[in-house]
């Protein structure tokens, strides 16, 4: 069954914080109302594998008519089995046409989440450096993390 995208929804938080817990590095250290707190302020879609949430394609950090920062979350189980390309269009039709952005950003932290890192290249991200020791996790220890762009001329999804 083909993946499809549901507008971003708090009656989806609680069956989020479950993938989040699972999948997000550090993800059982956060509390629902953590979550619950940083999802309210992003814009953003679930997705959907028939009627089972299988992860989110959030938007965060709006700086209107110029970027916008992506994440995606995804149950384990769907790795590289949710994308297709209808959501690819949908979702960069939204930012890149109805937001009117000039750019996306996303990023990697190696070690951590290096199946981002395979994603955003696969999808037309380019690597445009690295913020040395730019995230502190949870028990104290750095790590770099990589800024991934996307100019909205060098999207192939339009």
Same mark, same amino acid.
């Given at each position: 069954?083909?993946?499809?995208?549901?507008?971003?929804?708090?009656?989806?938080?609680?069956?989020?914080?479950?993938?989040?817990?699972?999948?997000?590095?550090?993800?059982?250290?956060?509390?629902?109302?953590?979550?619950?707190?940083?999802?309210?302020? /992003?814009?953003?879609?679930?997705?959907?594998? $028939?009627?089972?949430?299988?992860? *989110?394609?959030? #938007?965060?950090? @709006?700086?209107?008519?110029?970027?916008?920062?992506?994440?995606?979350?995804?149950?384990?189980?769907?790795?590289?089995?949710?994308?297709?390309?209808?959501?690819?269009?949908?979702?960069?039709?939204?930012?890149?046409?109805?937001?009117?952005?000039? /750019?996306?950003?996303?990023?990697?932290?190696? $070690?951590?989440?290096?199946?981002? *890192?395979?994603? #955003?290249?696969? @999808?037309?991200?380019?690597?445009?450096?690295?913020?040395?020791?730019?995230?502190?996790?949870?028990?104290?220890?750095?790590?770099?993390?990589?800024?991934?762009?996307?100019?909205?001329?060098?999207?192939?999804?339009?």
């Amino acid at each position: 069954m083909a993946s499809r995208l549901k507008k971003l929804s708090a009656e989806d938080f609680e069956a989020l914080y479950r993938i989040v817990v699972s999948e997000e590095p550090f993800g059982e250290t956060v509390s629902f109302e953590h979550l619950k707190m940083r999802m309210k302020g /992003r814009d953003g879609w679930t997705l959907w594998n $028939g009627e089972e949430l299988i992860g *989110a394609l959030t #938007l965060f950090d @709006l700086q209107p008519l110029l970027n916008m920062s992506i994440h995606v979350m995804i149950d384990r189980n769907m790795h590289r089995r949710w994308i297709n390309r209808e959501i690819l269009r949908q979702m960069f039709c939204y930012a890149f046409g109805d937001l009117e952005l000039r /750019r996306l950003s996303s990023h990697w932290i190696p $070690g951590l989440t290096d199946d981002a *890192a395979i994603l #955003l290249a696969s @999808l037309g991200f380019r690597i445009e450096g690295t913020v040395r020791k730019g995230f502190r996790d949870p028990y104290g220890n750095f790590w770099d993390v990589v800024i991934f762009g996307m100019l909205a001329e060098e999207c192939k999804w339009l």
